[in-house]
């Protein structure tokens, strides 16, 4: 089965400060990753997935296969970065149908 | 950017009634999937429908639940008997390609609301 656990409901950072938002998965094949934003009254949407090796917004994630990891990070937190963040992965089956088990999201809030 | 469009936006209905969720998913995409989030909890995986048939469901989408895509460019979501429990918002979701080649759009959502 698989399982995406981000264990901070809520983290609280200043503007300039570097953000962190963990995320820890647990599956048996090998996953692909994905991080989705929702800012206040917006649809979700893709923020960054690991196959991508991309970084937008000036966030990145690396998958550590070793800790089982996939955390999102920024070196210097923006105020409009404030938003609800989920990670998310999928068995990776091609094909069509593919479905995402979300994490139950990070509320990320960037104080001035 | 083209968009996921869904409606009603929220949607009040009496424990036992039936409800459709409207959702028109972008264009040229073919693959359409129905999440939903119970307040508080996670973004859940409900189905995912590909050349008009189911192609994947969760143990959550039991015979209560049917979806279609009538005319080609709707994709619906059918709860016959609505219970308590199914209040929540119900994300409606389309790609071109499967998930891996390509992003997945969402909508802005319905919330369900059974009384």
């Known amino acids: 089965a698989q399982r995406v656990t981000q264990p901070e409901k809520l983290l609280s950072v200043f503007k300039g400060a570097p953000v962190e938002l963990k995320c820890n998965y647990s599956?048996?094949?090998?996953?692909?990753l994905f991080w989705y934003v929702q800012y206040s009254r917006q649809r979700l949407q893709l923020l960054l997935r690991h196959i991508s090796r991309e970084s937008i917004k000036g966030f990145t994630a690396d998958l550590n296969k070793g800790e089982t990891s996939f955390h999102l990070k920024k070196p210097f937190a923006q105020e409009e970065d404030s938003a609800m963040y989920y990670c998310a992965l999928s068995a990776g089956v091609t094909g069509g149908g593919n479905k995402l088990t979300f994490g139950t999201g990070t509320q990320l809030k960037v104080e001035l | 950017e083209p968009e996921v469009t869904q409606t009603p936006s929220h949607q009040v209905t009496q424990m036992g009634q039936e409800v459709i969720l409207r959702c028109v998913p972008i264009s040229n995409h073919l693959y359409f999937y129905w999440y939903r989030q119970i307040l508080g909890q996670k973004v859940e995986f409900l189905v995912s429908f590909y050349n008009n048939e189911i192609s994947e469901k969760s143990e959550i989408f039991d015979d209560q639940f049917s979806v279609e895509r009538p005319d080609g460019s709707n994709f619906t979501l059918k709860i016959r008997s609505t219970k308590l429990e199914d209040s929540a918002m119900y994300f409606c979701a389309s790609s071109a390609q499967d998930m891996l080649n390509e992003k997945l759009f969402f909508g802005s959502g319905t919330q369900l609301s059974v009384l």
């Open positions: 599956y048996s094949g090998s996953p692909e």
